[in-house]
């Protein structure tokens, strides 16, 4: 269901609908454009697939409670779609290097850009809205791709901006992180 939450908040930040479902990939890929490695492979989604996973997502999370469970959800990490530039002209967006051979590369908003606390705070605030919180989010940057700068002060600053972004929409929010794409190496660079 995540995917109608990033359409209700690209939209509402001026990306069409168009855009949007170019920069979603299909059911396959989804992992992937997750993590901010591809956009628009094998896609795009119909309205109705968006729409039905809304009603799966709702189901599962209120299973996951019933036990007790304390689901976690996405967080914004700045892979933002294409359309992002056209809607927002002056937003700082760079285009990563292709996660792999054969790929273009994703777009990424600066941490610094104020639209980035403005879309990361929107993002938490519209999925609450649907799926309710348990104040557990997951938001893994750089699965597999290669942040613009290795600089540990823009890591720790984009950190720090998508933390904040959290806690602004959600002043219990606990960032989960997983610890295995810590060890992606592509090459000697």
């Known amino acids: 269901g995540q995917e109608q939450v990033w359409a209700q908040t690209y939209k509402a930040f001026g990306v069409t609908d168009q855009e949007v479902l170019q920069w979603l990939t299909g059911p396959a890929f989804l992992p992937w454009q ?98 309710g919180t348990d104040h557990l989010y997951n938001c893994d940057l750089f699965n597999e791709v290669m942040p613009p700068t290795k600089d540990p002060a823009y890591l720790r600053a984009l950190s720090g901006a998508v933390m904040a972004a959290m806690q602004a929409a959600d002043p219990l929010a606990i960032w989960v992180m997983q610890g295995w794409f810590l060890v992606y190496s592509p090459g000697p660079d």
């Open 34 to 131: 997750r993590m901010g490695n591809v956009d628009g492979w094998a896609g795009p989604l119909p309205d109705s697939w968006l729409s039905g996973q809304v009603i799966l997502q709702q189901k599962i999370l209120a299973r996951e409670r019933s036990f007790g469970m304390r689901p976690i959800l996405p967080a914004f990490a700045g892979h933002v779609p294409a359309g992002l530039q056209r809607a927002q002209p002056t937003a700082k967006i760079t285009q990563l290097k292709p996660w792999t051979e054969g790929f273009v590369g994703t777009f990424l908003l600066s941490s610094e850009d104020p639209l980035f606390a403005k879309i990361g705070t929107t993002f938490i605030r519209q999925q609450a809205a649907l799926f």
